[in-house]
């Protein structure tokens, strides 16, 4: 009897230790999100509804949605496509041993080059009056503008985006190339197979979750990507994140719940894509162990 | 074949990481019309609400990676020593502000301590600042307590604190003098990492209404040419400087782990 | 000319000469081991067969035909690696059929080949499984099922055992040796387990820095060692320093004895030589016809279960030889001295 009550007090006081990191973590991150997720589901004289979630079904913020799921969406496929190209080159692709390293600590920097400055970055250099706008203009006589060419758009943030995109995955992908043994690849050669068979056999089903599963993690990235997107196309462009910000400054949806229940559709999209990467990554980690 | 490739997604890499740095970089220079010179860096620094931005931004950081490592390091220590159990969870909350959007935390802290409510943050400028240093936590914790937890990884915990409590240490010394000065490449990572996320951030520090750096660069990129421009230089530097930092404490952590 | 030739082979990495001046003709179905410590170069030799890497000079033929300039892909080798290198996101089946589904075999002899090399390993139900949810005796099995599906003209295996436990490795070897007998395939197994060398070998090969020692059978290797290294490398082998007095009748001067071997050395008189001989060769008492015999002091003596070991001093070099442990035999005293015989043909004379 006395054993048991002392033993359940030490379990307690062990429980203790996490209690800073409890009530940050509950003040500040979780409880916040509980409530705009239950406001989403509440009408402003506190019932419960479905209302905001069904009043998120008008053209203005389908087309935010749609816009920034695009955006999104793109970004990350390309931000795929090119860094696992660059990836590949540093690590399977016989390039020397020297780059390497260089171009995965620029990477680090590339990666977390986001927001405000990123944006004039690209203003400065395919802008209106960028370097490349004007250059292509004086020099070459192509005028981007009347190839329909404006940076403060969905292919202009597309565009900026992958400024830090393509080092992110460069970044997680390189690990997941260097997983890849030299031995199957020798061995699938030894039994007749080509590059090319190796590649569509072997090696691209091995990376496909981690490929996938990062793409995921990147779109998550762009979607919840704000600052760069108003430092660009200031107010203008009708994507969420953007329409969220608007909402939140000056209630321009007319009213607050339905406010929330914007910001739990974004929640839910970045959700649903970690999940996915989360699934893709296990998957993964189970054949290569 | 293949080597042709590799070059070729390399150097397609390279231009377009190249060219928005060389374009912001040839457009900071360019103020003074037909010749290059230092006129836009030169309008930047005057600027008093450059100075007070950018000094209100650096306190911030530097407070934040205060707390930070106040509340990881012990937190990360505690669950490797004692609490292996609740390691799943500690780290699933840690890894949420990677899922939800900050403009969705931000967005729950006005509502949650608006004026009106039991803990009116928001009420006054000190309670904000408290706030917004408290928003730049959660976003630096999934770096913070990755790079400290796995610094923990690589020292033995248990046996460190055995051995501290045998010589009659505390937990605030074995803490501060044990455990830290073990796992300070890992803090010190996170803390650079802290800082250049904080330095720059915009969406908390635009919608809690503070005077940081973030929102000043955009309020003169909406209004100037030439010094956005300065100022992405000025950004892509500190950025550069913490990576520069962390890779050259982790290679000096290394170094002296080898020679023990 | 055999069936697989190795001629005059040279591999160097920038300066270092890992493989120098390595001939060999394999036959048709010999199984052929490629022994020695790492670093000696008989995984390189190995890797430049499968065509892994081009070697400095020297030519490979198989069947006659140079393959240096071929690619591995299109040398029809089997190989069986050392971490196994199953596909993981590829089932056992998905495995095995490799081979054959890339040069395009039919779907139903791609099947029926499956199941049959599936039947051969003793593995037919789980061809459905994953490597993840193999043992690593398993996996070696569907590694080398995947190997010989395609019905290569060489097999190479690369130290395949050495990852597993001791116990299944002594019976995947003799699965190994009876799967390669049934095919008569021509094989190079790589290996630097003398055991496994000597058991399953028809001829072995023992390299040592890049050079191949000796060629020969298994009992040629053990019995009479050519060289110092593999007198050392293989087995257990007393060694002791001499200098040849009469080379016609085989007489050497051993730590101040005389020993007469009865046979022609082909060494100058006067030269230097290394005696060697098996402790198992070695016993207790006078010499009788066709021995010689020695006297040395008992320096210490080792119980090993089945085997007694006694430890002599000849003339400054430690000697041991095992006597079995029968019930009755005595022991000498340590410090005593005692007369050792051996028959003359098992003392060697090696070469340095």
């Not at chain 2, 037909?34 to 836009?40: I, L, P, T, V």
């Not at chain 3, 058991?199 to 059978?217: E, F, L, N, P, Y």
């Not at chain 3, 050395?265 to 070695?282: D, E, H, I, K, S």
Request: aromatic share 10%.
């Amino acid at each position: 009897m006395v054993n048991r009550a002392a033993s359940r007090r030490r379990i307690d006081l062990r429980w203790v230790g996490l209690l800073p990191f409890a009530v940050f973590a509950g003040l500040f991150l979780i409880l916040p999100t509980l409530y705009i997720v239950v406001g989403a589901f509440r009408t402003p004289q506190g019932g419960f509804t479905f209302q905001n979630i069904l009043d998120l079904n008008t053209p203005s913020i389908r087309s935010a949605y749609w816009v920034s799921i695009k955006v999104s969406f793109l970004s990350a496929l390309f931000g795929c496509l090119i860094g696992f190209g660059m990836a590949a080159a540093i690590t399977v692709g016989g390039l020397p041993k020297r780059i390497r390293e260089p171009l995965l600590t620029f990477s680090g920097v590339a990666s977390n080059f986001a927001g405000v400055p990123l944006a004039f970055a690209f203003i400065a250099t395919i802008g209106p009056a960028g370097l490349i706008t004007l250059w292509l203009r004086q020099d070459f006589g192509i005028n981007l503008r009347a190839y329909g060419w404006n940076l403060l758009s969905t292919p202009g943030l597309i565009v900026t985006y992958l400024f830090f995109q393509i080092p992110l995955m460069v970044l997680i992908i390189t690990p997941a190339l260097d997983g890849l043994r030299r031995e199957w690849r020798e061995a699938a050669s030894i039994l007749g197979a080509s590059a090319w068979q190796y590649w569509r056999m072997v090696g691209l089903p091995i990376l496909f979750p981690s490929l996938l599963g990062t793409m995921a993690l990147l779109f998550a990235n762009a979607f919840g990507a704000v600052a760069t997107a108003i430092a660009l196309t200031g107010p203008s462009l009708n994507i969420a994140p953007i329409l969220l910000f608007a909402q939140i400054r000056g209630d321009v949806l007319g009213s607050p719940n339905l406010g929330y229940a914007l910001a739990l559709g974004m929640i839910v999209i970045t959700g649903l894509a970690n999940a996915l990467y989360i699934w893709l990554r296990t998957r993964s980690e189970r054949w290569l162990k | 074949m293949m080597r042709v490739w590799a070059w070729g997604a390399l150097l397609f890499g390279c231009m377009y990481f190249a060219l928005p740095l060389i374009g912001m970089t040839e457009f900071s220079l360019s103020m003074r019309r037909g010749e290059y010179s230092f006129d836009a860096y030169r309008v930047v620094l005057a600027d008093p609400r450059f100075q007070a931005t950018f000094a209100y931004s650096v306190v911030m950081a530097l407070v934040t990676i205060a707390f930070g490592v106040l509340l990881v390091v012990p937190t990360a220590y505690w669950v490797r020593l004692k609490l292996p159990k609740a390691r799943p969870w500690v780290e699933f909350i840690t890894l949420l502000p990677l899922v939800i959007p900050a403009i969705v935390v931000v967005f729950g802290y006005i509502r949650l301590y608006n004026t009106s409510s039991v803990l009116p943050l928001t009420g006054s400028v000190m309670g904000t600042n408290l706030l917004l240093m408290f928003g730049y936590a959660t976003l630096a914790l999934p770096y913070m307590y990755r790079s400290v937890d796995t610094g923990l990884r690589t020292i033995d915990v248990a046996t460190l604190t055995e051995a501290a409590q045998s010589l009659g240490a505390g937990w605030v010394t074995i803490l501060g003098r044990v455990i830290l000065p073990n796992v300070l490449a890992s803090v010190l990572s996170g803390a650079f990492l802290t800082f250049a996320i904080v330095i720059g951030e915009f969406t908390m520090a635009a919608l809690l209404d503070r005077p940081a750096f973030g929102p000043y660069m955009q309020i003169l990129g909406a209004n100037r040419a030439y010094e956005p421009a300065a100022l992405a230089v000025i950004a892509f530097g500190i950025t550069w400087a913490c990576m520069g930092l962390i890779g050259l404490v982790n290679r000096f952590s290394r170094h002296t782990q080898a020679k023990r | 000319m055999g069936f697989l030739d190795l001629d005059r082979l040279e591999k160097s990495f920038n300066e270092t000469r890992v493989v120098r001046d390595f001939s060999l003709s394999v036959e048709k179905g010999e199984f052929v081991s490629f022994l020695g410590p790492s670093g000696c170069g008989k995984t390189t030799t190995l890797r430049m067969i499968a065509g892994f890497e081009t070697p400095t000079s020297g030519a490979i033929r198989i069947g006659g035909q140079d393959v240096v300039n071929v690619k591995p892909n299109r040398r029809n080798i089997g190989m069986v690696f050392q971490s196994y290198a199953l596909f993981p996101n590829l089932t056992v089946a998905q495995n095995v059929a490799f081979g054959l589904k890339v040069s395009g075999a039919p779907r139903d002899r791609i099947a029926a080949r499956v199941d049959e090399m599936l039947a051969m390993i003793g593995l037919p139900d789980l061809g459905g499984r994953y490597p993840f949810q193999l043992s690593g005796g398993q996996q070696q099995r569907v590694a080398l099922a995947r190997a010989l599906a395609p019905a290569p003209q060489v097999l190479l295996l690369d130290e395949p055992l050495s990852a597993l436990d001791a116990q299944i490795r002594v019976s995947l070897r003799s699965e190994i040796r009876a799967i390669q007998q049934k095919l008569g395939i021509t094989t190079i197994y790589v290996t630097h387990d003398q055991e496994e060398a000597l058991s399953m070998s028809d001829r072995i090969v023992v390299m040592h820095k890049g050079i191949a020692d000796q060629v020969g059978t298994p009992s040629e290797i053990y019995n009479s060692p050519a060289t110092r290294f593999v007198a050392s490398f293989i087995g257990t082998l007393n060694q002791v320093d001499a200098v040849v007095e009469d080379p016609a009748n085989g007489t050497v001067e051993v730590g101040g004895q005389r020993l007469v071997l009865g046979r022609a050395l082909g060494r100058a008189r006067g030269a230097r030589v290394a005696l060697a001989v098996r402790p198992q060769a070695l016993r207790i008492g006078a010499p009788g016809p066709g021995e010689v015999g020695l006297s040395a002091r008992v320096v210490e003596t080792q119980f090993l279960g089945a085997v007694q070991r006694i430890v002599v001093d000849l003339g400054g070099a430690p000697l041991s030889l095992d006597a079995f442990n029968r019930a009755g035999a005595h022991l000498p005293q340590t410090g005593s001295q005692v007369t050792l015989s051996a028959a003359a043909e098992d003392v060697l004379v090696l070469v340095d």
